[in-house]
């Protein structure tokens, strides 16, 4: 599953990567997954996932709600990894300012990251 979405506001780069997670989450739920894989360049996001940090920012809110989420699903699996290695979510996230409206896609990968995703596979 690919998601593409835009938010409007001015936040801290971190409560963005809890918001992109908390959505792609909702929308993994609304389509029927409850068991994934979800992979986060972030690691205070991470970090904060894994222990359930309770904090009474906005940041912490968001934590909050994913940690919510999450326990409403079977077998979840949240893991940090490099930047670089995440590129396709960065393509996306570029991308979601040509869409400018939500996009999923359920079983095709989406054009704008076609190449990352087959060099990634092989």
């Not at 990567?17 to 991470?46: H, N, P, T, W, Y």
């Not at 894994?50 to 909050?64: A, D, M, Q, Y």
Request: charged share 25%; with cysteine; glycine share 6%.
């Amino acid at each position: 599953m690919a998601v593409c979405d835009v938010t409007d506001g001015d936040f801290e780069v971190e409560t963005c990567e809890a918001l992109a997670l908390r959505r792609g989450i909702q929308i993994a739920m609304e389509v029927g997954f409850k068991s994934f894989l979800v992979e986060v360049d972030c690691l205070v996001l991470a970090m904060a996932v894994k222990k359930e940090k309770k904090e009474r920012t906005l940041f912490g809110l968001i934590v909050s709600d994913i940690c919510s989420l999450l326990g409403l699903c079977f077998n979840v699996s949240i893991s940090h990894i490099r930047r670089n290695a995440n590129k396709a979510a960065h393509g996306l996230a570029n991308a979601s300012f040509d869409f400018g409206e939500l996009r999923v896609w359920l079983e095709e990968i989406p054009d704008c990251i076609f190449d990352i995703v087959t060099k990634d596979i092989h």
